[in-house]
């Protein structure tokens, strides 16, 4: 029988505060149990023209990890999207890839509709629903928006271009900020044909001016507001099946908001903490190389229009503002190859935007497709990648990092994902029962939270006192605001007397302390011995 839960715990979580401030100290877990995972890797080799190279053999490349060459220890060459050459793939986390079988492509729209345009949009969301007939019966598409606040599922994964083509349709009919975003440089001064116009106050030849700093300012804001979106959403879909793609449907994102903001474009300037590109599209960089995701951005606005280049202003622009607009043209295609060259990605630019679905598809269908098994299992650490081919001549891309997940941290992402998109396709259901809330002062309120675990879900430990299960508690919040907490895993020590029956249940109770407005929550509990879960998803209307 169960003899005590030692703790009773006490969560928080402020949305728009701090997030999950607990009266017991927060742990990381009681000890992830890892598996002995492979790493995969995609890896596309090229010649000096460009042009593939096929028929490589593991011999021919060198995986290098953080400076130390690495064996590989799966190899399949993916050759016009069926697995060739494959070597033996049964190893824990190998894509289960057999020889003249096709390669399951995945590809994830992420439509960005705070930056761009209507018309620029819709044109390439056309474009998209033209080539969804390059798409093979194996393969898959999703679907998501960002309109600056929320992001929204517009198709979860389905290989039905109907379904995709409605989807796609549905996107044409929702509303576009790109225009605001325009308003806003011109608000500033930022006036592709004046420039900053204004009499801007400067502070010598290497630092902004005032409304410069304002404006570089805001568009870092905004920039972070939106790879924090383009981040959920990678998080949210997690770690599925085959080949993984991103195609970034982006408005326009400068690399350097400090440049982009700058009257004259080609004068040196000294580095602003929060301007720095890597460090705003970092992130999503890391987040997708830790899933397997590769980025394809997608220049929404190509040299016609929208937020790096307004063509409103072209009939009256000098040479001068012609060079502005150019030069902001660049700074954008700059994040763009970034993006795509840490990822193993393309970047899709200008003209390049209207066969998006073409090029991405022909791009995923040949490569080679190594794995490795890391040192350090599970450890949440990033580590660099380096391929090199023993050939002369030969160009190789493929992600720059990688970093190794722990249990723990994909059981986040599951619950960040039923926060997102209202799913836990990893974990079953869990009863909870919602009690009165209590007034918790100014706008805040007590929620009683009580958990009816089931002991199957339980895997007792022996210890001197008898049986021990340590589990994680995980709770999460998002309000109708779009504001979200974040994931935490709060640790949990059942005791029991004697060894537990399988049929019973565990009760656990807490208060969460919330704002008093409506919101949703996901609750999961983790249990690390076993890897089994349990999760549900609560509306709360105090």
């Known amino acids: 029988m169960q003899r005590k839960i030692s703790a009773l715990l006490f969560s928080m979580l402020l949305l728009g505060g701090v997030v999950a401030s607990l009266s017991a100290q927060e742990t990381p877990g009681f000890g992830d149990v890892v598996d002995v995972k492979v790493v995969n890797l995609e890896v596309v080799v090229e010649d000096r023209d460009g042009v593939r190279v096929t028929g490589l053999a593991p011999e021919d490349l060198r995986l290098i990890i953080d400076g130390q060459e690495t064996e590989i220890a799966f190899f399949t060459e993916v050759l016009g999207g069926r697995a060739v050459a494959a070597r033996d793939g049964a190893l824990p986390g190998a894509p289960a890839a057999v020889s003249g079988e096709t390669v399951e492509n995945r590809y994830l729209v992420f439509i960005d509709e705070y930056f761009t345009i209507g018309r620029d949009r819709d044109r390439v969301v056309k474009a998209v629903i033209d080539g969804l007939g390059e798409l093979r019966p194996s393969d898959s598409m999703a679907v998501v928006a960002f309109n600056g606040r929320r992001v929204e599922m517009l198709s979860s994964w389905t290989s039905s271009q109907r379904r995709l083509e409605e989807a796609l349709r549905g996107a044409l009919e929702r509303p576009t900020f790109g225009l605001q975003r325009l308003g806003e440089r011109r608000a500033f001064g930022v006036d592709p044909a004046r420039g900053l116009g204004r009499s801007p106050v400067r502070f010598g030849g290497t630092r902004l001016s005032i ?222 029962d919602v009690g009165v809330p209590e007034p918790a002062g100014r706008r805040r309120i007590e929620l009683p939270l009580s958990l009816q675990i089931p002991v199957a879900a339980i895997t007792p430990l022996p210890e001197a006192d008898g049986p021990v299960a340590y589990l994680e508690l995980r709770i999460a919040a998002l309000d109708d605001k779009d504001r979200r907490s974040d994931v935490s895993a709060i640790p949990i020590e059942v005791r029991f007397d004697e060894a537990p029956r399988d049929n019973g249940l565990v009760a656990w109770e807490t208060k969460v302390l919330l704002r008093k407005q409506p919101q949703d929550l996901v609750v999961a509990v983790h249990d690390p011995a076993s890897g089994r879960g349990y999760m549900t998803r609560l509306a709360v209307a105090p």
């Open 211 to 432: 409304a410069e700093r304002a404006y570089a300012g805001q568009i870092s804001g905004q920039l972070e507001r939106t790879v924090d979106a383009a981040v959920a959403t990678l998080r949210g879909f997690g770690r599925p099946s085959g080949r993984k793609v991103m195609m970034l449907l982006s408005g326009g994102w400068p690399l350097s908001p400090a440049e982009f903001a700058a009257d004259d474009l080609l004068r040196p300037l000294s580095a602003y903490d929060g301007y720095s590109g890597r460090h705003i599209y970092g992130p999503l960089v890391d987040t997708a190389n830790r899933l397997g995701f590769t980025l394809y951005p997608v220049d929404v606005a190509g040299l016609e229009g929208g937020f790096g280049a307004d063509v409103s202003f072209a009939g009256r622009q000098d040479s001068r503002s012609t060079r502005r607009s150019f030069e902001r043209e660049r700074i954008v295609h700059d994040a763009f190859q970034y993006l795509a060259n840490e990822t193993g990605g393309r970047a899709l630019i200008n003209g390049q935007r209207l066969q998006a679905v073409n090029r991405v598809v022909e791009d995923t269908r040949s490569y080679y497709w190594i794995g490795f098994v890391p040192k350090n299992v599970g450890d949440n650490l990033a580590y660099e990648v380096e391929i090199k081919t023993l050939k002369p001549g030969l160009k190789v891309r493929t992600r720059r990092s990688y970093r190794d997940l722990s249990r723990t941290a994909e059981v986040s992402m599951e619950v960040e994902s039923a926060l997102l998109f209202g799913d836990a396709p990893a974990a079953e259901g869990l009863v909870v």
